[in-house]
């Protein structure tokens, strides 16, 4: 149940103003990519259950004591932080957080934040061998754009865009892969 997009989302007024980019800057510094990655895709799957059903209470409170939160999330710094700034607050009991009703402003927050969670964890499973990479720093927002509009409403000048970096990165992919034939040949 994603909300119909209707341009590229601001990410900036999205997030800046209820602390979310803060959260997310301390949580991607984090130094343990392994941890980094547990808390990601954990916290990618609290906020996608609750986007997908927004009126199932059942994904709105977590009990901070799981074990998954306790080995996942506590341990990375701005996790929690994270949760808070998305909406989730004391239930009251000090065990539970728990989020309120959604409303279109959450989605959309939701959205943008699932998306820099996505990139995350791909930079994480799929890191950049040598130095930056021009391509995927420009992906990032494209993975954004094409994650919630469908082709078919892509303006078409956005869609040449798009298809130019994803050439870029297929060639960028074969060039790698070519390099790392060499060196292997090499190496023998």
């Known amino acids: 149940m994603d909300p119909k997009w209707v341009g590229p989302p601001n990410m900036s007024a999205i997030v800046s103003d209820s602390g979310v980019f803060d959260a997310l800057r301390v ?30 209470t059942v994904y709105h409170h977590l009990k901070m004591t799981a074990r998954a939160i306790q080995e996942r999330l506590m341990p ?3 996790t929690i932080d994270l949760l808070k700034a998305m909406g989730f607050h004391d239930a009251g009991d000090g065990e539970h957080l728990e989020l309120p009703t959604m409303t279109e402003g959450d989605r959309a927050r939701f959205n943008v ?13 799929h890191p950049f061998e040598g ?47 070519a390099a790392k034939q060499e060196r292997q040949r090499h190496a023998m």
């Open 76 to 78: 990375v710094p701005g």
């Open 131 to 177: 130095h930056q990479d021009p391509i995927r720093e420009l992906d990032f927002d494209i993975g954004i754009i094409k994650k919630h509009r469908p082709k078919d409403d892509i303006h078409v000048h956005q869609q040449e865009i798009i298809d130019k970096f994803e050439a870029a990165k297929r060639e960028r992919r074969l060039e790698d892969e």
């Open 27 to 56: 949580l991607v510094t984090h130094e343990n990519p392994s941890a980094l990655l547990g808390a990601a895709r954990l916290l990618k799957q609290i906020l996608t259950n609750v986007q997908h059903h927004p009126e199932d």
């Open 113 to 125: 934040v699932i998306g820099i969670l996505d990139e995350t964890i791909d930079m994480i499973v």
